[in-house]
T-cell receptor, first 112, second 113 residues
Framework: DAGVIQSPRHEVTEMGQEVTLRCKPISGHNSLFWYRQTMMRGLELLIYFNNNVPIDDSGMPEDRFSAKMPNASFSTLKIQPSEPRDSAVYFC??????????FGPGTRLTVL | DQQVKQNSPSLSVQEGRISILNCDYTNSMFDYFLWYKKYPAEGPTFLISISSIKDKNEDGRFTVFLNKSAKHLSLHIVPSQPGDSAVYFCAASAPSGTYKYIFGTGTRLKVLA
């Protein structure tokens, strides 16, 4: 299995631009998680889906952030408009039994 | 408010010695704990876990200890190897059915050859 796939691996954009991060979970997994990693706060859970349905989005920082999971093999995290404080590494993870989450390699986002 | 705390941002250990990484939590409802290891430019990978019904779990060189009364867990690596140099995150989940993990801020371990 290829594992969790994220794209792009690196994204540099200017403040105010829309950013879309993509994730393909491991085939057969039914839960998908989006995390953000920063030095100050470590790994923060932004939102997670179960069977393509958003279950908990309490970690989404503000309305500029949105996430979708149109099918079992694809999810997006969108930031519109982006701000410099959104610069971080964003991880997607998936799981089946909820106990062990498998992480993708992450997308390093830089907002200038 | 950090529910899972790793108070040591970094740790250096000589090769062959024991590495002890610590983690404290505040929510007594947490019932499952995990350690993840992260290398630069990679995603975290699962290392070892422990249920709250146990106080120890061992997997090769890695042992996790849980002290529920102190709300404290630790990861022991014996013997430490240079390849163990990474950032280690502890995480906790609650039995609420949400299966959310709450992660700590991580401890960077450097094993010196």
């Amino acid at each position: 299995d290829a594992g969790v796939i994220q794209s792009p691996r690196h994204e540099v954009t200017e403040m105010g631009q829309e950013v879309t991060l993509r994730c393909k979970p491991i085939s057969g997994h039914n839960s998908l998680f989006w995390y953000r990693q920063t030095m100050m706060r470590g790994l923060e859970l932004l939102i997670y889906f179960n069977n393509n349905v958003p279950i908990d989005d309490s970690g989404m920082p503000e309305d500029r952030f949105s996430a979708k999971m149109p099918n079992a093999s694809f999810s997006t995290l969108k930031i519109q408009p982006s701000e410099p404080r959104d610069s971080a590494v964003y991880f997607c993870a998936s799981s089946w039994d909820y106990r062990e989450q498998f992480f993708g390699p992450g997308t390093r986002l830089t907002v200038l | 408010d950090q529910q899972v705390k790793q108070n040591s941002p970094s740790l250096s250990v000589q090769e062959g010695r024991i590495s002890i990484l610590n983690c404290d939590y505040t929510n007594s409802m947490f019932d499952y704990f995990l350690w993840y290891k992260k290398y630069p430019a990679e995603g975290p990978t699962f290392l070892i876990s422990i249920s709250s019904i146990k106080d120890k779990n061992e997997d090769g060189r890695f042992t996790v200890f849980l002290n529920k009364s102190a709300k404290h867990l630790s990861l022991h690596i014996v013997p430490s190897q240079p390849g163990d140099s990474a950032v280690y995150f502890c995480a906790a989940s609650a039995p609420s059915g949400t299966y959310k993990y709450i992660f700590g801020t991580g401890t960077r371990l450097k094993v010196l050859a």
